[in-house]
């Protein structure tokens, strides 16, 4: 009996699969436990094992489809064997009423389109095409030809008026069909759909400050031989960061909040979502409950939670949950930026490049290091005044480093 190869559940969040490469086409052998597919989940992608060995008798989900979790995407038997019937399930059933009813609607437009007839305006076949070309609205159009049909010549007219340059158009036409076109789907998808809602439904704005982080370049400095070999881990400045935003957090609980169906949620627990950059993407690993974290703890967990996602390690678990995120672009050489909400975190903080500058401090000037941070808050939650204090509250930690240590 040929077996069902299924659409695994990566997650309880997940809600759709997409298988994004198969390795093997209907007719080619398996072997149980080889790799047959690749499969995009959300933000995850994992590899899909063979569930018996035999034949690829039959491939029912394409390359870049979607389909939800326990779907059947494939089967394995003996060749020649034959597959069960497709059954159709409450989806696909609610689907295809939606098709009918689409279907439907079309007629009844198409028939309503018939009864007004008499209303079309009347234009000649040559005069139409070239109208839609330049992208004229004939029906605005006063015809000169036999009972005030619109001919060439008015079209031509028509052009001439609102000047539109030939020229310039089909060379647009030939640059858009040299483009080279790549269907949205998998994590791109997600993040596509994910940073669009977050623009969309929320109240977005972002201020910016420049931190004095001279002490703690020379705090990490001095601690990293210490840290390395007691704790077997490096401190980044990233990790300070982290830290004094948590610090910051449990002074201002109003910025580690969200806001859900007219209500704003201010979260008792911290959950922090570090922004982790992959070749196909961007993934936000949630380090859980860290207000209960020391500075050495926070920066291991911080670690390790990337290392796992750039192995491709991360369960859907671990990505879901966080209540404030942090953006680091420092190692591209940016320094300031306007990071895009996580929905429906109230909060994400924007971290740059550290850079020498010459700064007054009183009559002598001096070099200092600098950090640029930026801030965007939602402004349905909270109001510029208090999204100022959690950030000077980061910037005043940072300057005296040492604080964090106790």
């Given at each position: 009996?040929?077996?069902?190869?299924?659409?695994?559940?990566?997650?309880?969040?997940?809600?759709?699969?997409?298988?994004?490469?198969?390795?093997?086409?209907?007719?080619d052998?398996?072997?149980?436990?080889?790799?047959?597919?690749?499969?995009?989940?959300?933000?995850?992608?994992m590899?899909?094992?063979a569930?018996?060995?035999?034949?690829?008798?039959?491939?029912?989900?394409?390359?870049?489809?979607?389909?939800?979790?326990?779907?059947?995407?494939?089967?394995?038997?003996?060749?020649?064997?034959?597959?069960?019937?497709?059954?159709?399930?409450?989806?696909?059933?609610?689907?295809e009423?939606?098709?009918?009813?689409?279907?439907?609607?079309?007629?009844?437009?198409?028939?309503?389109?018939?009864?007004?007839?008499?209303?079309?305006?009347?234009?000649?076949?040559?005069?139409?095409?070239?109208?839609?070309?330049?992208g004229?609205?004939?029906?605005?159009?006063?015809?000169?030809?036999?009972?005030?049909?619109?001919?060439?010549?008015?079209?031509?007219?028509?052009?001439?008026?609102?000047?539109?340059?030939?020229?310039?158009?089909?060379?647009?036409?030939?640059?858009?069909?040299?483009?080279?076109?790549?269907?949205?789907?998998?994590?791109?998808?997600?993040?596509?759909?994910?940073?669009?809602?977050s623009?969309?439904?929320?109240?977005?704005?972002?201020?910016?400050?420049?931190?004095?982080?001279?002490?703690?370049?020379?705090?990490?400095?001095?601690?990293?031989?210490?840290?390395?070999?007691?704790?077997?881990?490096?401190?980044?400045?990233?990790?300070?960061?982290?830290?004094?935003?948590?610090?910051?957090?449990?002074?201002?609980?109003?910025?580690?909040?969200?806001?859900?169906?007219?209500?704003i949620?201010?979260?008792e627990?911290?959950?922090?979502?570090?922004?982790?950059?992959?070749?196909?993407?961007?993934?936000?690993?949630v380090?859980?409950?860290?207000?209960?974290?020391s500075?050495?703890?926070?920066?291991?967990?911080?670690?390790?939670?990337?290392?796992?996602?750039?192995?491709?390690?991360?369960s859907?678990?671990?990505?879901?949950?966080?209540?404030?995120?942090?953006?680091?672009?420092?190692?591209?050489?940016?320094?300031?930026?306007?990071?895009?909400?996580?929905?429906?975190?109230?909060?994400?903080?924007?971290?740059?490049?550290?850079?020498?500058?010459?700064?007054?401090?009183?009559?002598?000037?001096?070099?200092r290091?600098?950090?640029?941070?930026?801030?965007?808050?939602?402004?349905?939650?909270?109001?510029?005044?208090?999204?100022?204090?959690?950030?000077?509250?980061?910037?005043?930690?940072?300057?005296?480093?040492?604080?964090?240590?106790?």
């Amino acid at each position: 009996m040929a077996v069902e190869v299924i659409m695994p559940k990566l997650g309880m969040a997940m809600k759709e699969g997409t298988v994004s490469i198969w390795n093997k086409q209907v007719g080619d052998v398996v072997e149980k436990g080889e790799l047959i597919a690749s499969i995009n989940s959300e933000k995850i992608e994992m590899e899909l094992e063979a569930p018996a060995a035999g034949s690829m008798l039959e491939i029912t989900v394409q390359e870049g489809q979607g389909v939800p979790p326990g779907t059947v995407i494939g089967y394995i038997g003996q060749p020649n064997e034959k597959v069960p019937e497709a059954k159709v399930s409450a989806e696909e059933e609610k689907a295809e009423k939606e098709i009918a009813a689409t279907v439907a609607e079309s007629e009844k437009a198409a028939s309503l389109s018939k009864v007004n007839t008499k209303n079309r305006v009347k234009i000649s076949p040559v005069a139409r095409k070239m109208a839609e070309k330049a992208g004229i609205d004939y029906k605005l159009l006063e015809g000169s030809g036999p009972g005030g049909r619109i001919i060439k010549e008015d079209i031509e007219k028509a052009i001439s008026y609102v000047g539109v340059p030939q020229a310039i158009e089909q060379k647009e036409s030939k640059v858009a069909n040299e483009a080279h076109k790549t269907p949205v789907m998998g994590m791109r998808k997600v993040i596509a759909k994910r940073m669009h809602d977050s623009l969309k439904d929320s109240a977005q704005l972002t201020m910016t400050t420049k931190v004095d982080v001279t002490d703690a370049v020379k705090l990490r400095t001095q601690l990293a031989e210490t840290v390395q070999s007691h704790f077997d881990t490096k401190l980044s400045m990233n990790d300070l960061v982290a830290r004094a935003v948590v610090l910051a957090l449990q002074k201002h609980p109003q910025m580690n909040s969200a806001y859900i169906d007219d209500h704003i949620h201010v979260f008792e627990s911290i959950h922090l979502g570090i922004a982790v950059a992959l070749e196909k993407g961007l993934v936000v690993p949630v380090v859980q409950e860290a207000q209960n974290d020391s500075l050495i703890q926070l920066a291991k967990k911080i670690k390790q939670a990337a290392q796992r996602a750039r192995q491709g390690g991360l369960s859907q678990d671990e990505m879901i949950g966080s209540t404030f995120t942090i953006s680091n672009l420092g190692t591209y050489g940016v320094e300031y930026f306007t990071p895009i909400l996580n929905p429906p975190e109230a909060g994400i903080l924007g971290v740059g490049a550290v850079e020498d500058a010459a700064v007054f401090r009183g009559e002598k000037v001096e070099r200092r290091s600098l950090l640029p941070l930026s801030l965007t808050f939602d402004h349905r939650v909270l109001d510029g005044a208090p999204a100022a204090a959690f950030l000077q509250t980061i910037k005043q930690l940072l300057e005296d480093p040492f604080i964090m240590l106790l």
